[in-house]
Every structure is written in structure tokens, then in C-alpha cells.
């Protein structure tokens, strides 16, 4: 099974640990750099000593248990690290980003939230705190449970069929039912979180709540307290089995921390998720035979086996007409100029009625293909899934290899921009109980984020069929955007408005492994995703009225650019940092 999705298994994976769905201690910037500390100090001391990771970490690892009781202080007495959960503060707002969505620093997060609540005096100021806190801890909740749901459907659909597409990530979305599914992962999370407290309890729960991702990534309007039944029922009888073949996983947990997490990332995390999606099948099984209570919610059929040809023609009868008339786009491409911006850019900056076309069709040649898949038992068949409505025709727009109009590629720089400004603004109100206006311009925007979207969507445009291409070419762009941009302004201006020194993987400070990460993810979702639903919006306003804000917003962005060019946004919080945290964060970080 992962042999056959390799890639698109390691990247769900991948993108879990960094969410905080699962498998967050991968992409651990703590372990890893806590590590190459204790390497370093070892060649300092002069020594040969090699530090073998204990089996206590890596049942860690594996069952979520801390059974080493170690606390760790800063200089000055403050606890700072419990077990896998971060109370010190970070440097950098990537690493902010990936640290404060993982599984114990959405509690970190609460923490600071308590405590920077109880050190203002403005009630305005907590008003605010409060606010902010709640905002960017439901975002990271949603994020959390949604992909703890979608990864676990791209495992279950690689399970029966050949072929699996990226966009399957969506099918939560395409059910409707996705709100009623976060929630009942939510209390899920929430029981675990309580049993916990009991130890043995801890224990029997994580087994016996095992598989309800699975449960409900195969029925999303499933009760809750249905689902957890089902599962303890399913597990009943089953968990020394399943104890026995998670430990079978441990060398390759310790190999991984000799790694520093890379072949937990590239095998070992995939690997194991492929065997707990292969045991939920057995159980699963197993349960129908048996007829156990509630058995009845798992009625996806066509997951666990694969449906006839006769009954696949049927139901896909009006496809099977529509491929056999042949498309044909060559006569709506243009030549000259015009021709090369929409092929090679994907820009049209003359809309036309030929264009609206030509993005129909070629949505259309894309529904086909996957319809041959589908014809052909490859891929799951939607249309046979009972929990997919027949009149749920927004999830089927979201068709990523349009072309995007010249006000549209603009309206989404500003969008982007406004978005990680927000996003970064949110953080430090929660970090440093007060406001910031983040980033070099004086406007409620971070053009580093908005133009990564735009360069992304234009300059990789002719790779959007191939994901992991675009995704590698991704990283490469950000990542010479960013560096090129650092450089500029400590060139220009003399001031740092970032510095990754000390961080894992970085380049002389301006660039870093953990923030390209999260420059790929959020392209790969911009690309996919937010872009095409965006446009679908946009479609909506009328050209003369988008072509009117897009004249207002540009010329209110670069009054902006002008006046910053001698008058830079600067100080505390932007380019003047708190030298005690700088301090508590390079021990931490080196």
C-alpha cells in the first residue's frame, strides 16, 4: 500500500505532524535542536560519548506516554519544557505558526494566553488578548481535527484503490457534514485528555478511541457517542494485538531519532499509519461479521471493496456519453504575446468570452480524466459514496489548472498579504499582550506573503498537474524570495526584520528549513484550494467594480511603498526584540 502512494502518503503524513494531527514529534524543532546541542557539547567536552536515545522517548513516541518525569529550567529558575510541551516562547512567527498547532502547544498556547491575561492592567488590553486567543486557538482546533479526519480518508481510499488525487484531502468539505466531524474529534480529544490523568485509563482509552478518525473519515454525520462504541467495540478484544504491533515499530523510533526525524518523515510515520488504516479494515470486517452494535454507521461500501463494472457504468452512464465528444482547446489559444502570458503564466489580461470557455473546457478535459480512473476501478467513485450530496456543486469548482484574470491575481495579493498580517498580528497579541503592527510597510499587509501566492500561481503555473514537482519548486522560490528579501532590507535599511539564527537548517539567518515547510504548505493549499475558491467569489463582483478596487489598492500600496522608503515600520516587536527572550530562545534553540 505505501509502495503503490508513496509520495502523496509521506506528505500526508508530514503535513499531520505538522498540523498536530499526529506524529508531531517528527517535525519536534525542540528534539532536534536539543540534540545537536548535546552533540555539540559532547565534541566540546572532548569526549567520544555517544548518547543513545532511551526506550522511555521512544515509547513516548509511540503511545503518547512521558514516562522520564524530567522538567528543564531556563537561567533563571523558570520551567520552560514539561515532557513535550513547550511553556517558552520561540523566535520567529514560522515557527510560532508550526509550534502553536501541534498537539501540546495548543495547551502552551492557553498558557500564555492565562498569562498574559493576568500581567496587563487594561481591561481593554485583555478584552483583546482574549479575543485574539480565541480566534487563532479555534483556527488551529479546526485545522487540528479537520486533517486528522482528511488524512485518514487518503489512507483509507489507498487502501482498496490504485489511484488517490490530492483532492481527496477535500472530501470532508464535499460531504457537508465536516462541522458535525471536527466536533465529535474535538470531544474525543477532549476524553483522551481527561483519562489521561488516570494513567491506566490513558492507556485503554487510546486504544479504545483508536480508530474513530477512521470511523468518522468513513461516516463524517456519525453521533459521537456512536463512534466511540463502535470503536471500543471493534477494539474489544483486540488491544494487546495492537500494543504488540505498535512495539513492533520501536527500532524504527530510535533509528529516527539518530536521524533527527528524517526517516520517521520519509518511512516510518507512513508506514505505521498504513498498518493501523489495514488493521481498521480487518476489525472492520471482522465487526460486520459479528454484527456488533452500530456496525450498521459503516456503510461506505465501496471503500473496503471495489464496485462492478456493470454498476459503475450505470451510475456514471451520462460520463460515459460526455467522453465521446472530443474536446478540443487549441482553437480558443491565442498567439503572439497574449498566447505566451496565458500559457506560460496563466494570467488572461484581456477577459473574453473565449476565455471563459477555454477554462470550462479544460476543467471538463480534468473531470474526464479522473472519470477514466474512476471507470477503470482505479479511483473511488463518488457517486457511490452515501454521505456525498448530488446537489453539493461548489466542492466540484474548485478545479486548480484555470487561468486566473489580471484583477483576480491582484485582489489576491491583497488578500494573501492581509491574511498573514492578521495572522502575525493575532500571534504577538497573545505573545506580548499588545498590539504590533507587523512587517516593513505601515498598511495592513505582509507583501512577503501575498507575493509568494502570486509567484507561486504564475511561475509555477505549467506544473500544477504534477504536485510534487510544484511543491519542490515551491520551496526553491520562497526560499530565494525570502532571502533576497532579508538581504535588501539589512542592505537598504541596516535593521533585520527576521533572523533564523540558530534555527534548524538555516541559511546565514535570513532563511530556515521550518519556515520554507510552512511556505510549501501554504502554497500547496493557495494553489489547490484557496485560490480557485477565491476566484470563485471574485467571479462574482463585477469586472468595472473589481477593476475600480484594484485601482484603489494599488494606489494606497504604493503611497504606502513610498512613504516606507524613508520612513520604515520599525521598533518593539518589529525589529527590536526583548533581550531576555532572545536569550531564553538561542538556549533553546541552539
Given amino acids: 500500500m505505501l509502495k503503490k502512494h508513496y509520495t502523496l502518503l509521506v506528505i500526508a503524513c508530514l503535513i499531520a505532524a505538522i498540523a498536530g494531527s499526529s506524529y508531531s514529534y517528527s517535525v519536534s524543532a525542540s528534539t532536534y535542536t536539543s540534540s545537536i546541542k548535546e552533540a555539540a557539547d559532547v565534541v566540546d567536552a572532548g569526549t567520544t560519548y555517544i548518547d543513545v536515545p532511551s526506550i522511555g522517548d521512544a515509547l513516548y513516541k509511540l503511545f503518547g506516554l512521558d514516562l522520564s518525569g524530567t522538567f528543564q ?104 457534514k465536516w462541522l458535525k466531524a471536527c466536533t465529535t474529534i474535538f470531544v474525543v480529544n477532549v476524553y483522551q485528555f481527561l483519562w489521561n490523568f488516570t494513567i491506566i485509563g490513558g492507556i485503554i ?31 474489544y478484544g483486540h488491544r494487546f494485538d495492537l500494543f504488540k504491533t505498535q512495539l513492533s515499530f520501536l527500532p524504527w523510533l530510535v533509528l529516527g531519532r539518530f536521524t533527527f526525524g528524517i526517516s520517521d518523515i520519509l518511512f516510518a510515520n507512513p508506514y505505521l499509519e498504513a498498518t493501523i488504516c489495514q488493521y481498521y479494515f480487518a476489525l472492520r470486517k471482522m465487526a460486520k461479521i459479528q454484527g456488533v452494535s452500530y456496525v450498521n454507521n459503516l456503510n461506505d461500501t465501496y471503500l473496503a471493496e ?6 459503475i457504468e450505470e451510475k456514471y452512464a451520462d460520463v460515459v456519453e460526455m467522453m465521446t465528444n472530443d474536446l478540443d482547446v487549441r482553437d480558443l489559444e491565442h498567439e503572439g504575446l497574449r498566447g505566451f502570458v496565458e500559457d506560460h503564466l496563466g494570467i488572461i489580461y484581456k477577459n473574453d468570452e473565449d476565455q471563459d470557455l477555454y477554462n470550462a473546457a479544460i476543467e471538463e478535459t480534468d473531470v474526464i480524466d479522473d472519470y477514466h480512473q474512476i ?71 505582509l507583501p512577503i506573503y501575498g507575493s509568494g501566492a502570486v509567484l507561486i500561481l504564475v511561475m509555477l503555473f505549467r506544473y500544477r498537474r504534477k504536485p510534487v514537482v510544484e511543491a519542490t519548486l515551491m520551496i526553491l522560490l520562497c526560499g530565494v524570495v525570502e532571502y533576497l528579501g532579508s538581504w535588501y532590507l539589512e542592505v537598504t535599511k541596516g535593521l533585520k526584520w527576521w533572523d533564523y539564527s540558530g534555527y534548524f537548517i538555516n541559511l546565514h539567518g535570513r532563511i530556515c528549513a521550518e519556515g520554507l515547510t510552512v511556505f510549501m504548505i501554504g502554497g500547496l493549499a493557495a494553489v489547490y484550494v484557496l485560490a480557485p475558491l477565491l476566484d470563485n467569489r471574485l467571479k462574482k463582483i463585477s469586472r468595472p467594480l473589481k477593476a475600480m478596487i484594484c485601482l484603489l489598492l494599488l494606489l494606497a500600496f504604493g503611497y504606502d511603498m513610498y512613504y516606507t522608503h524613508d520612513h520604515p515600520n520599525t521598533g518593539k516587536g518589529i525589529t527590536d526584540y526583548d533581550e531576555v527572550s532572545y536569550r531564553t530562545d538561542q538556549k533553546g534553540r541552539q
Fill in 306 to 311: 471495489k464496485a462492478s463494472y456493470a454498476y
Fill in 205 to 235: 482509552a487510546r486504544y479504545d478511541y483508536m480508530f474513530i478518525p477512521y470511523i468518522v473519515a468513513e461516516n463524517p454525520g456519525i453521533d459521537r457517542r456512536e463512534a466511540i462504541r463502535l470503536s471500543k467495540r471493534m477494539v
Fill in 73 to 176: 529550567y531556563d537561567e533563571e529558575g523558570k520551567l520552560t519544557h514539561i515532557g513535550d510541551l513547550e511553556l517558552g516562547r520561540r523566535k520567529g512567527v514560522y515557527s510560532s505558526l508550526l509550534n502553536r498547532i501541534s498537539n501540546a502547544r495548543f495547551f502552551s498556547l492557553a498558557l500564555q494566553t492565562v498569562h498574559s491575561l493576568i500581567t496587563t492592567k487594561s481591561l481593554a488590553l485583555d478584552f483583546n488578548i482574549l479575543i485574539a486567543s480565541m480566534i487563532v486557538m479555534g483556527i488551529t482546533a479546526f485545522v487540528k481535527h479537520f486533517y486528522s479526519i482528511a488524512y485518514r480518508r487518503i489512507f483509507m481510499e489507498s487502501y482498496q484503490y490504485d489511484v488517490t488525487k490530492s483532492s481527496r484531502f477535500l472530501f470532508l468539505f464535499r460531504t457537508g
Fill in 375 to 445: 471507470l477503470n476501478l482505479r479511483q473511488y467513485p463518488d457517486r457511490l459514496s452515501p454521505y456525498v450530496s448530488e446537489n453539493r456543486k461548489e466542492s466540484d469548482q474548485i478545479h486548480y489548472l484555470r487561468r486566473y484574470s489580471l484583477t483576480s491575481i491582484i485582489l489576491m495579493f491583497f488578500s494573501f498579504s492581509f491574511v498573514g498580517w492578521l495572522w502575525e498580528v493575532l500571534l504577538h497579541i497573545i505573545n506580548d499582550g499588545r498590539f504590533v503592527n507587523r512587517g516593513v510597510m505601515h498598511g495592513p499587509w
